[in-house]
């Protein structure tokens, strides 16, 4: 079987082909839809999903079998790993790692009430380990490192270390500080 990605997909009769930079890898499965645009050296897993309304910068990895929901900013030199689900409405700054299986939300009370949709918000230079969960609305401060498997359910202070369920705030040992080399 030889899929091909799906380079514009129209999800209304006047949304405009995705504008796309230079030297790009899209792999089989993707799907990119209309009104999107992202930068150059951008590159996919397979089976990525990138809707409506997204803005991506340059440098970014979407890795195999991850959702980009719409309507989110996404900076530059940023790797999203297989599996991430990223909801609509947030925005996620450049220099960012996002683990496998990441899961940020965007709904306060899914089902139960009809609530404006805010997604979190991940500043420069965070990390977020293998299979946490980020709560809506949450801001994750500049150069952050979420544990793996934590669970995110209030802002976490810029430089601090996000552990447990829910996360704890601790101080970001050293071998942790400074900036990401992604």
């Keep these: 079987m030889n899929e091909k990605a799906t380079i514009g997909f129209e999800y209304t009769e006047d949304s405009h082909e995705p504008r796309i930079g230079s030297d790009s890898t899209i792999r089989s499965g993707t799907i990119i839809y209309n009104d999107v645009v992202i930068g150059d050296h951008f ?3 397979h089976y990525a999903l990138v809707r409506e309304l997204t803005e991506i910068g340059d440098n970014v990895l979407i ?5 980009i929901d719409g309507r ?22 450049s220099q960012v790692f996002i683990g496998p299986h990441a899961v940020l939300t965007n709904d ?23 299979n ?7 801001t994750i401060g ?8 934590s669970v995110v359910v209030d802002d976490v202070p810029p430089q601090t270390l996000a552990v447990g369920i829910p996360a704890e705030h601790r101080s970001l040992p050293k071998n942790l500080q400074g900036g990401n080399d992604i």
Excluded: C, K, M
Aim: proline share 6%; net charge negative.
């Design 72 to 93: 989110s900013v996404i900076g530059s030199n940023v790797s999203l790993q297989t599996g991430v689900y990223i909801p609509s409405n947030t925005t996620i700054g």
């Design 43 to 45: 590159s996919t897993g």
């Design 108 to 130: 306060q009370y899914p089902v139960r009430q009809d609530t404006e949709l805010s997604g979190p918000t991940i500043e420069d230079h965070v990390s977020i380990g293998a």
């Design 142 to 149: 500049e150069g952050s490192f979420v544990a793996a498997g």
């Design 63 to 67: 890795g195999t079998n991850t959702v």
């Design 132 to 138: 946490s969960t980020i709560l809506p609305n949450v």
